[in-house]
């Protein structure tokens, strides 16, 4: 599976859309960008996903480049509950495991 | 819908004893997956299981044994207890292996080891 870098840290203003960046420059042609976020000690939740369009969900939008070589993640109005670790993960879909790096820890703020 | 369900969600034990985690689905998913994550770490995979009656090995599998039940159950099992077993796990289950379904986690067991 493809590595990806993600930025260690971001603070966002309540109610301001939240866009997360994700680097993937190695993806190859059948892995999708999977997105997870862990809310403290919590188990990792999906968010959203893709193979090259861009994706629209209840929780968030996920654009994709052209060249697939990044995407960025968007939480449209960002709330104190967003406060999170996301993950950005290039997996296959004939992979078994999900890969986590060390993510972006989202700070959302009054 | 609960998704997925782990007990005990926490558990302290002494080196060398046995216990087993349980973990449920009610996704009528095929694959489930056993994960750990240390202390400011990702996560690593430890044995999964595509489908029911097939478990495969993960990154980490060593000091653990695991059991497909039923397509519901996956449970893992510590036969004798280590303190660089201390962790939380975590499992999660998809639908179709080979397929782009996302993993869907339960919410932990806190395991320590003394």
């Known amino acids: 599976d493809a590595k990806t870098t993600q930025p260690p840290s971001m603070d966002c203003a309540e109610g301001r859309a939240a866009n997360l960046p994700c680097n993937h420059s190695?993806?190859?042609?059948?892995?999708?960008v999977y997105w997870y976020r862990q809310i403290h000690s919590q188990g990792p939740q999906y968010i959203i996903h893709?193979?090259?369009n861009n994706e629209t969900n209840e929780m968030a939008s996920l654009i994709i480049t052209e060249d697939r070589k990044s995407s960025t993640l968007i939480l449209p109005h960002a709330t104190l509950r967003d406060t999170a670790v996301y993950y950005c993960i290039v997996r296959s879909g004939t992979a078994s495991k999900l890969t986590f790096g060390t993510g972006t820890r989202l700070q959302v703020t009054l | 819908n609960a998704g997925v369900t782990q007990t005990p969600k926490f558990q302290v034990l002494k080196t060398g004893q046995s216990m087993t985690l349980q973990c449920a689905q009610d996704?009528?998913?095929?694959?489930m997956y056993w994960y750990r994550q240390d202390p400011g770490m990702g996560l690593r995979l430890i044995y999964y299981s595509a489908s029911e009656g097939t478990t495969d090995k993960g990154e980490v599998p060593n000091g653990y044994n695991v059991s497909r039940l039923n397509k519901r159950e996956f449970s893992l099992r510590l036969e004798s207890a280590a303190p660089s077993q201390t962790s939380v796990y975590f499992c999660?289950?998809?639908?179709?292996?080979?397929?782009?379904?996302?993993?869907?986690f339960g919410d932990g067991t806190r395991l320590s080891i003394l």
């Open positions: 190695t993806i190859s042609g059948n892995e999708y």
């Open positions: 999660a289950s998809s639908g179709v292996r080979g397929s782009n379904q996302p993993q869907h």
């Open positions: 996704m009528n998913h095929n694959s």
């Open positions: 893709g193979l090259k």
